[in-house]
């Protein structure tokens, strides 16, 4: 757009419109007043000019403030993003700015969310963002904080977006025969090596077997699972209590494994086929799956390429579907939400809830405990 020669000019369809210069941008315009209403309210021409004028100085008032809050609220993301860089890993740094491009002001957040919905993201993945944009404007407040203290004037607090966070998604469950499945599998394989492959590569199948126990009869996470030593392990004979201890140490691979406070606990097992499994294992490490895999990501994706193998949807994300099969069946046998809470270290039944399979609530398994009574 040519820059005009007046602030404002008529156009064909005889509406006065006032320009308005950004610099580095093209001129923008904006309504003032149609000529009709114009004339009506001022009959000569000086009258018209000083109406003209005070219009345009109005809507240049609302143009400049608008343009700084703009201005402000991106150099503030800009601002966070540094901060981010330097704390924070360069993935994270990754997420953090696909997720603030996307945001404009904090009154577009509840539009997001439903744009995030509709274009089918989980609502796991949706709670992620908002908890970026939150910390996003915690940290802008931290900031206006710090300047305000120094002016000696209010403090201001953050939104916590409460009204925004999304229903959180079920633990999607294996079934018995699908567990079941991928157990054959791995025993298929630790029988029938194939020839003039890696020793260490069997011995893969074997840990893979060992942590199939672990999270299918005792509930344990994937970090879990990688960081148990044997000297956690309390084996007692069968009918008496044996425990797993799950605390903070370092694991396999030399890396501090931090427990969260809730999560620590002395865990008792209470299948008795787990028990057999654990005293029939060689203590060939002092950590129970070795050192094999790197970390809890690696060990989940050996699962995921086994439940690919025997045609298990991708929608059960392991090791958290053994978890959920453990939590269901022993609920379904009778067990309280609160004592299977318990068992997986869960700081709220919330939580422990969206673990609990409902279609898996079978009636034989009421039946039997009918007839037990």
Same mark, same amino acid.
């Given at each position: 757009?040519?820059?005009?020669?007046?602030?404002?000019?008529?156009?064909?369809?005889?509406?006065?419109?006032? &320009?308005?210069?950004?610099?580095?941008?093209?001129?923008t315009?904006?309504?003032?007043i149609?000529?009709?209403?114009? +004339?009506?309210?001022?009959r000569?021409k000086?009258q018209?000019?000083?109406?003209?004028?005070e219009?345009?100085?109005?809507?240049?008032?609302?143009?400049?403030?608008a343009?700084t809050?703009?201005?402000s609220?991106?150099?503030?993301?800009?601002?966070?993003?540094?901060?981010?860089? =330097?704390?924070?890993?360069?993935?994270?740094?990754?997420? &953090?700015?696909?997720?603030?491009?996307?945001?404009?002001?904090?009154?577009?957040?509840?539009?997001?969310?439903?744009?995030?919905?509709?274009?089918?993201?989980?609502?796991?993945?949706?709670?992620?963002? *908002? %908890?970026? *944009?939150?910390?996003? !404007?915690?940290?802008?407040?931290?900031?206006?904080?710090?300047?305000? #203290?120094?002016?000696?004037?209010?403090?201001?607090?953050?939104? $916590?977006?409460?009204?925004?966070?999304?229903?959180?998604?079920?633990?999607?469950? &294996?079934?018995?025969?699908?567990?079941?499945?991928?157990? @054959?599998?791995?025993?298929?394989?630790?029988?029938?090596?194939?020839?003039?492959?890696?020793?260490?590569?069997?011995?893969?199948?074997?840990?893979?077997?060992?942590?199939?126990?672990?999270?299918?009869?005792?509930?344990?996470?994937?970090?879990?699972?990688?960081?148990?030593?044997? $000297?956690?392990?309390?084996?007692?004979?069968?009918?008496e209590?044996?425990?797993?201890? *799950? =605390?903070?140490?370092?694991?396999?691979?030399?890396?501090?494994? @931090?427990?969260?406070?809730?999560?620590?606990a002395?865990?008792?097992?209470?299948?008795?086929?787990?028990?057999? !499994?654990? @005293?029939?294992?060689?203590?060939?490490?002092?950590?129970?799956?070795? =050192?094999?895999?790197?970390?809890?990501?690696?060990?989940? %994706?050996?699962?995921s +390429?086994l439940?690919?193998?025997?045609?298990?949807?991708?929608?059960?994300?392991?090791?958290?579907?053994?978890?959920?099969?453990?939590?269901?069946?022993?609920?379904?046998?009778? #067990?309280?939400? &609160?004592?299977?809470?318990?068992?997986?270290?869960?700081?709220s039944? !919330?939580?422990? !809830? +969206?673990?609990?399979? $409902? %279609?898996?609530?079978?009636?034989?398994?009421? +039946?039997?405990?009918?007839?037990? #009574?």
């Amino acid at each position: 757009m040519a820059r005009p020669t007046k602030q404002w000019a008529l156009d064909k369809r005889g509406n006065w419109k006032g &320009y308005y210069h950004t610099p580095g941008k093209r001129a923008t315009e904006r309504l003032l007043i149609k000529d009709v209403d114009l +004339r009506a309210q001022a009959r000569t021409k000086a009258q018209r000019d000083s109406l003209l004028a005070e219009l345009y100085a109005q809507k240049a008032s609302a143009e400049s403030s608008a343009t700084t809050q703009v201005s402000s609220f991106e150099s503030s993301k800009r601002a966070f993003l540094e901060f981010i860089a =330097n704390e924070r890993s360069a993935n994270t740094l990754k997420e &953090y700015s696909h997720t603030l491009a996307q945001l404009q002001s904090f009154e577009q957040v509840d539009l997001l969310k439903q744009q995030w919905a509709a274009a089918g993201q989980s609502p796991n993945t949706i709670n992620k963002k *908002i %908890r970026t *944009i939150r910390s996003f !404007e915690n940290w802008r407040v931290e900031q206006e904080n710090n300047e305000r #203290a120094a002016k000696a004037l209010p403090l201001v607090h953050a939104r $916590k977006f409460r009204n925004l966070k999304t229903d959180p998604a079920n633990i999607s469950s &294996y079934s018995k025969e699908q567990a079941d499945n991928i157990l @054959q599998l791995i025993e298929a394989r630790i029988a029938n090596p194939l020839p003039n492959v890696n020793p260490d590569f069997h011995r893969r199948w074997e840990l893979l077997r060992r942590a199939w126990w672990l999270s299918r009869y005792a509930g344990l996470r994937g970090a879990e699972l990688l960081s148990l030593r044997w $000297k956690d392990i309390k084996l007692a004979p069968l009918q008496e209590d044996s425990f797993l201890d *799950i =605390n903070s140490h370092e694991d396999a691979r030399g890396k501090w494994f @931090q427990v969260k406070q809730h999560h620590a606990a002395v865990v008792p097992i209470v299948h008795d086929c787990l028990i057999e !499994e654990l @005293q029939s294992w060689e203590h060939d490490h002092e950590f129970v799956l070795g =050192n094999y895999w790197k970390s809890s990501i690696e060990l989940s %994706r050996a699962f995921s +390429r086994l439940q690919a193998q025997v045609g298990i949807s991708d929608e059960i994300k392991p090791v958290h579907g053994f978890r959920a099969l453990f939590a269901t069946e022993l609920h379904n046998l009778g #067990a309280s939400i &609160y004592n299977v809470k318990e068992l997986l270290r869960h700081s709220s039944i !919330e939580t422990t !809830e +969206r673990y609990i399979d $409902k %279609r898996n609530n079978k009636i034989s398994a009421l +039946r039997s405990l009918t007839k037990a #009574a």
